[in-house]
């Protein structure tokens, strides 16, 4: 499996980006996918995770402002994140696992077993 984002920017309060995760090697079916995040000096989160099926969690602190989407044609997963904020600034993260029923359970980076390396998103005040 091989991930690889592009998006990330540098973007003042207030404004968007759209990161894409184009993924290879592997088919759709069974996996739950999503979007993590490492802000700086403090600990990786999940950010949100899309399942087989659509449906979706997201962390509570980007509900209302980003949404997780997948095009199957092309194999790429998508983050629109609106209204950033200087907390938002991360390395942000693509990343896989294979779940039963492609269900996606929790934001738990322990489901996950493909990852990406990563694209750097800065918002700043």
């Known amino acids: 499996v091989r991930l690889v984002e592009s998006g990330g920017g540098s973007v003042q309060t207030g404004g968007s980006l759209r990161l894409s995760c184009a993924a290879s090697g592997y088919t759709y079916r069974n996996y739950c996918m999503g979007w993590f995040r490492h802000p700086p000096g403090k600990a990786r989160e999940g950010v949100a995770v899309?399942?087989?099926?659509?449906?979706?969690i997201y962390a509570d602190s980007v509900k209302g402002r980003f949404t997780i989407s997948e095009d199957d044609a092309t194999n790429t997963l998508f983050l629109q994140m609106n209204s950033l904020k200087p907390e938002d600034t991360a390395m942000y993260y693509c990343?896989?696992?294979?779940?039963?029923?492609?269900?996606?359970?929790?934001?738990?980076?322990?489901?996950?077993?493909?990852w990406g390396k990563g694209t750097l998103v800065t918002v700043s005040s």
């Open positions: 899309i399942a087989r099926d659509g449906a979706t």
């Open positions: 990343a896989t696992g294979r779940t039963p029923g492609g269900y996606c359970y929790s934001l738990s980076a322990n489901a996950m077993d493909s």
